[in-house]
């Protein structure tokens, strides 16, 4: 059983980062356009704010990945289900996620993009636990450092519940029920 926990990340902190990571694009990118590409579901929320309050020209695609396994955290092998339908070459492109944990979707999602020839490539997550990471990924954006703990609330879900919760919640597993 999941049990919804206290606030970890309030709403107004939440939109100060969205705002300085906004703020940070609009200042790196220079009107030049960019190429958001949202992996989903979780990044929706952050990727509504940010594209909102970004200066530069934006177009907008997704991604759906999920990974092999049930567990809450990813199993290493990573499957591709939706891709993007536009051609990123020469093309300046930032994968928005919700959440890095061990890094493992992210550094997969880097490689693919990678290959595809575009101008450049960085990426932008909401929040962030790097004492979780297994593989070396710095993200070029990295809203809000947090604890090892799990969270939902601004996009993030555990069962699909609590993705449209305002501010951040910490999750509690109940392990007796
Ligand atoms: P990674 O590949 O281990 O970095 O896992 C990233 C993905 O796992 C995110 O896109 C989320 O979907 C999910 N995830 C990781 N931590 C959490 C959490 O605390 N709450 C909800 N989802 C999480
Ligand atoms: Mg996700």
């Known amino acids: 059983m999941y049990r919804l926990g206290e606030i970890l990340v309030t709403r107004e902190r939440i939109r100060d980062m969205a705002e300085e990571t906004a703020a940070k694009i609009s200042a790196d990118y220079d009107g030049n356009e960019i190429l958001l590409v949202?992996?989903?579901?979780?990044?929706?929320?952050?990727?509504?704010?940010?594209?909102r309050m970004i200066t530069a020209p934006v177009i907008i695609?997704?991604?759906i990945v999920s990974?092999?396994?049930?567990?809450?955290?990813?199993?290493?092998?990573?499957?591709?289900?939706?891709?993007?339908?536009?051609?990123?070459?020469?093309?300046?492109?930032?994968?928005?996620?919700?959440?890095?944990?061990?890094?493992?979707?992210?550094?997969?999602?880097?490689?693919?993009?990678?290959?595809?020839?575009?101008?450049?490539?960085?990426?932008?997550t909401a929040f962030d636990k790097p004492s979780r990471h297994t593989v070396d990924l710095k993200p070029d954006y990295s809203g809000i450092q947090i604890p090892n703990e799990f969270v939902v609330g601004y996009g993030l879900d555990v069962a699909g519940m609590y993705r449209n919760?305002?501010?951040?919640?910490?999750v509690h597993t109940d392990i007796d029920e």
Do not use: M
């Open 38 to 51: 949202g992996v989903l579901k979780g990044a929706i929320v952050f990727l509504a704010d940010l594209c």
């Open 61 to 63: 695609d997704f991604i």
């Open 67 to 124: 990974s092999y396994g049930q567990e809450a955290s990813t199993s290493g092998v990573v499957l591709l289900r939706k891709d993007i339908d536009i051609n990123i070459e020469n093309k300046h492109v930032i994968l928005v996620e919700d959440i890095i944990d061990t890094g493992v979707t992210l550094s997969y999602l880097k490689n693919i993009f990678e290959y595809r020839g575009p101008a450049s490539l960085k990426i932008c």
């Open 165 to 170: 919760l305002p501010d951040l919640h910490v």
